[in-house]
């Protein structure tokens, strides 16, 4: 009797990893590959204790309770998930190496390096042997010392302004923790800026940071901060209202209302402007789907032809190489050239479609999946 085992994705779980992906590559870009890549250690070690995203984002009025609901990892845990071929020592200034090769510059052969915690008793360290135990390490001085960098770059994490993470108090020094709802309002601000950037420029980006951070300005007030003119400002601010990005508020000086004698405070709505983002995502990943669909109708003749000889010899198998055109061809088929120009074409036009439609998904990750919230296309 067989025993029938159903196998499905955990969807949640699935988010949860996509989060600590940008997490990490957030913070490589602030903090370089080897801290990013401890920084990863701590989120996998983290995402075991996770179930789903929205767990992480629960409210709690008392911040002590709040801490205290977020999931801990000790060093000891993060140290299991990094690599161990990682020269940890690479990102930590002064600190020497504690790989085989010596890091960047390998050791000269024969020549003693003196500890400096054993030199002044009088002590030298022998040379280092080539035979390394299992894990990696040589010694268990060499895994104190390792677990001891690893805390150095989770420190460094800890002091960015960024906060990637934090120890949870003074009785959990060994222990480390992270703030996924703030983390996740950074990501969140982070693609909103990239939007605004793409579509407006550098200066844009400038008004809408320095707005979500004072809030109501009136537009002298937005040309002060940013550093900028007022005629340079009025346009950007026009083109920024236009397209949904920024709010004004009209505020009159008296009870006769008059546009010359009002108020006019620009502001920026977070969660207006992540809907209108979220729906711009949306129609793109549709539009990229409704291309695709008109650009498969220009090949779907050749593509006829070669299902059709596909299905005649469905045992051969199937395999691709670089053809005279450059392009990816499937090897064996009784094509012409002109023909496999064609699908190598079309290939290449459905990768570029599906390309676009995978960074519009990441967005709706960001702005929709990551918050834990149901945002949907509704204002």
């Known amino acids: 009797m067989q025993n029938n085992m159903s196998i499905g994705v955990n969807l949640s779980k699935c988010v949860v ?27 996998t070690a983290l995402e075991s204790k996770v179930r789903a995203v929205r767990e992480d984002l629960v409210h709690y009025e008392d911040e002590d309770e709040e801490e205290e ?13 990094v690599d161990p071929h990682l020269d940890l020592a690479a990102g930590i200034n002064g600190a020497k190496s504690d790989l085989p090769n010596g890091g960047p510059k390998a050791k000269k052969k024969g020549v003693i390096e003196y500890d400096n ?22 010694s268990m001085r060499n895994k104190n010392r390792r677990l001891d960098l690893v805390e150095q770059h989770l420190k460094l994490l800890e002091e960015h302004d960024k906060e990637f993470c934090r120890r949870p108090g003074a009785a959990g020094q060994s222990e480390w923790r992270v703030n996924f709802p703030v ?22 980006v400038r008004v809408a940071r320095m707005l979500r951070q004072e809030g109501r300005l009136e537009e002298k007030g ?7 003119h007022v005629k340079e400002i009025r346009g950007i601010l026009a083109q920024m209202q236009a397209a949904g990005f920024l709010e004004s508020q009209e505020v009159p000086k008296d009870q006769y209302r008059q546009p010359t004698r009002s108020l006019y405070l620009w502001f920026f709505d977070e969660k207006k402007v992540a809907q209108l983002v979220l729906h711009q995502a949306y129609q793109g990943i549709a539009r990229c789907m409704q291309r695709m669909d008109v650009e498969q109708e220009k090949f779907q003749q050749i593509l006829d032809k070669r299902e059709r000889l596909r299905a ?39 990768e ?9 998904d990441d967005v709706v990750g960001v702005v929709r999946d990551f918050m834990g919230k149901d945002v949907t296309m509704k204002t």
Not at 69 to 81: C, L
Not at 188 to 196: C, Q, R, V, Y
């Open 17 to 43: 990893a996509m989060r600590s992906e940008l997490l990490v590559q957030h913070a490589k870009h602030y903090l370089g590959y080897i801290t990013a890549e401890v920084y990863r250690a701590l989120l």
């Open 69 to 81: 609901a977020q999931p801990v990892a000790s060093v000891m845990e993060v140290a299991e998930f």
């Open 117 to 138: 915690d054993f030199t002044d008793i009088g002590i030298k360290n022998e040379p280092g042997s080539d035979d390394e135990g299992s894990n990696g390490y040589s």
């Open 352 to 360: 570029k479609l599906l390309t676009q439609v995978k960074r519009l």
């Open 222 to 228: 937005v040309a002060q901060k940013c550093l900028k």
């Open 312 to 350: 005649m010899n469905p045992d051969a198998a199937k395999n691709f190489i670089i053809g005279k055109t450059g392009m990816l061809e499937e090897d064996g088929t009784p094509l012409s050239g002109v023909e496999k120009q064609q699908i190598s074409l079309w290939r290449e036009t459905q």
């Open 183 to 204: 983390l996740s309002k950074i990501l969140l601000n982070a693609e909103i800026d990239t939007t605004i950037d793409r579509r407006f420029g550098p200066a844009a």
